[in-house]
Nanobody, 124 residues
């Protein structure tokens, strides 16, 4: 069983930056694909970014390309999401997810474990 713990959420003004981190424990984390999803009130959970186990493959939602960067530290079993130029529409609960198969994927159904989420609020 893999446990995920997100951190780094908070409140920021539009145009600001935040860095989210997610630490995985309880499994062979270095072989996992990892991703970030978000869910705003009244909306479905949506893909934000993902990274393969090797770190060589990444994917981003169109809405965050050029603003967000996903990275991982396999030695520490962590994945980070650097979020720059934040907008009010980025406000959501951000979830870290892990897929045991290892690749970078963009749909929630392809992930096996989920964190509890960390809130990001961007004020305009």
């Amino acid at each position: 069983q893999v446990q995920l713990a997100e951190s780094g959420g908070g409140s920021v003004q539009a145009g600001g930056s935040l860095r989210l981190s997610c630490a995985a424990s309880g499994g062979t984390g270095s072989s996992y694909g990892m991703g970030w999803f978000r869910q705003a009130p009244g909306k479905e959970r949506e893909f934000v970014a993902s990274i393969s186990w090797s770190g060589r493959s990444t994917d981003y939602a169109d809405s965050v390309k050029g603003r967000f960067t996903i990275s991982r530290d396999s030695a520490k079993n962590t994945v980070n999401l650097q979020m720059n130029a934040l907008r009010a529409e980025d406000t959501a609960l951000y979830y870290c997810a892990v897929r045991a198969a290892g690749g970078s994927r963009t749909t929630p159904q392809e992930y096996d474990y989920w964190g509890q989420g960390t809130q990001v609020t961007v004020s305009s």
